[in-house]
C-alpha cells in the first residue's frame, strides 16, 4: 500500500529556510487524483494546513504562510518537497506529508510526520 | 486561533455515545459536504476515520458516526471503548480563499 516518509534536517536555525522531503512509496504519484500536502503540528496543539500542490505544478497555500512557502514535486524521484524561508521559533513543529485523495475529499494517507525545532 | 471550533475536552464511560461538535461559518462547513474527522493518538500521525461528512473509510468501525447541520459539523462515538481515547479533529473544505481549516482538536476521555 502507499506509504510516505519525510526526511530533513531536525534542527534549522532562525532566519533559515527549512527544507524537508517525502518519499512516495508503493502507489502512484502521478494520478490528478491526489494532492499531495505538508500538514504541521507546533508540540501540544492542534494541526494546521501549510498547503499543497496538483497536477504536478499546481499549488495552494495557507494564506498565514503563502509569502514563505514552497512545495515542488519530482515525480522521477517520487518526491514531494516543502521549503518554508525565514523561519522563526514559531515554525517548530511537527511536519507531516499527507495525501488529499479526491476519491475521499480528505486526508487518507499520512507520514509518520518529522519533528523541526527552530532554535540558535 | 483554529478556523474551526472545538469543545477542548468530551468524556464519557464505556458503553456510552459521546458527540463531537466541529463549528465554523457559511464559507467552509454551512457551503460543503467536505468535512472530515481524524483521530490521534498521542506521539502518532492522524487517522482519517470519516470523510464527506458522514462516509467511513474501510477498516473503520461502524460506531463512528458523522452528521452535519448548518455550520456545525457532529462526530458521534457510540459504544465507547477504552481504545476510543485520543485526539479528534475535524476538517473542512474552506473554498478557494481558505482551501483547507482545521479545528483545534478534542481530547476524548473515556472514565
Known amino acids: 500500500q502507499v506509504q510516505l516518509q519525510e526526511s530533513g534536517p531536525g534542527l534549522v536555525k532562525p532566519s533559515q529556510t527549512l527544507s524537508l522531503t ?5 502507489g502512484s504519484i502521478n494520478s490528478d487524483n491526489y494532492y ?14 501549510v498547503g499543497y500542490i496538483y497536477n504536478s505544478e499546481t499549488t495552494n497555500y495557507n494564506a498565514s504562510l503563502k509569502t514563505r512557502v514552497a512545495i515542488s514535486i519530482d515525480t522521477a524521484k517520487r518526491q514531494v518537497s516543502l521549503r518554508l524561508t525565514s ?4 515554525d517548530t513543529a511537527v511536519y507531516y506529508c499527507a495525501r488529499l485523495s479526491s476519491d475521499h475529499d480528505a486526508f487518507d494517507i499520512w507520514g509518520q510526520g518529522t519533528m523541526v525545532t527552530i532554535s540558535s | 486561533q483554529s478556523a474551526l471550533t472545538q469543545p477542548a475536552s468530551v468524556s464519557g464511560s464505556p458503553g456510552q455515545s459521546i458527540t463531537v461538535s466541529c463549528t465554523g461559518t457559511t464559507s467552509d462547513i454551512g457551503s460543503y ?23 467511513r473509510p474501510s477498516g473503520v468501525s461502524d460506531r463512528f458516526s458523522g452528521s452535519k447541520s448548518g455550520n456545525t459539523a457532529s462526530l458521534t462515538i457510540s459504544g465507547l471503548q477504552a481504545e476510543d481515547e485520543a485526539n479528534y479533529y475535524c476538517c473542512s473544505y474552506g473554498g478557494t480563499a481558505t482551501y483547507v481549516v482545521f479545528g483545534g482538536g478534542t481530547k476524548v476521555t473515556v472514565l
Do not use: F, H
Not at chain 1, 87 to 90: I, L, N, P, Q, S
Not at chain 2, 38 to 50: E, R, S, V
Open chain 1, 22 to 26: 517525502c518519499t512516495v512509496s508503493g
Open chain 1, 87 to 90: 523561519v522563526t521559533a514559531a
Open chain 2, 33 to 55: 459536504n467536505l468535512v472530515s474527522w481524524y483521530q490521534q493518538y498521542p506521539g502518532k500521525a492522524p487517522k482519517l476515520i470519516i470523510y464527506e461528512v458522514t462516509e
Open chain 1, 36 to 49: 499531495w500536502s505538508w500538514i504541521r503540528q507546533p508540540p501540544g496543539k492542534g494541526l494546521e494546513w
